[in-house]
């Protein structure tokens, strides 16, 4: 069974940092898209960046230049750092892992930027 465990979210002033961290349990994780999603109140899921499992990243518009993602196979880890954050960048932020298109979700980190 896999389990995803996200962790570092918190409240920031705009322009500070956070770096968020997401732990795979189970074997799947070097063979998975890792990606992050937000979901700010009262919207849907977005995609905010992923990781292919050829190293390849993806970044929404909105994020382009201020976060980045990279991952560690030997410690089955993700991680968003989230660099210049914006109040728009409020959400809770959730960790996914594709893999062969079977999602699996972590449990989401709140992510608050006060202005």
């Known amino acids: 069974q896999v389990q995803l465990v996200e962790s570092g979210g918190g409240l920031v002033q705009a322009g500070g940092s956070l770096r968020l961290s997401c732990t795979a349990s189970g074997s799947i994780f070097s063979m998975s898209t890792m990606g992050w999603y937000r979901q700010p109140p009262g919207k849907e899921r977005e995609l905010v960046a992923s990781s292919s499992v050829t190293g390849s990243t993806n970044f929404a518009d909105s994020v382009k230049g201020r976060f980045t993602i990279s991952r560690d196979n030997a410690k089955n880890t993700v991680y968003l750092q989230m660099n210049t954050l914006k109040p728009e960048d409020t959400a809770v932020y959730y960790c996914?892992?594709?893999?062969?298109?079977?999602?699996?979700w972590g449990q989401g980190t709140q992510v608050t930027v006060s202005s």
């Open positions: 996914n892992a594709d893999f062969f298109r079977v999602s699996y």
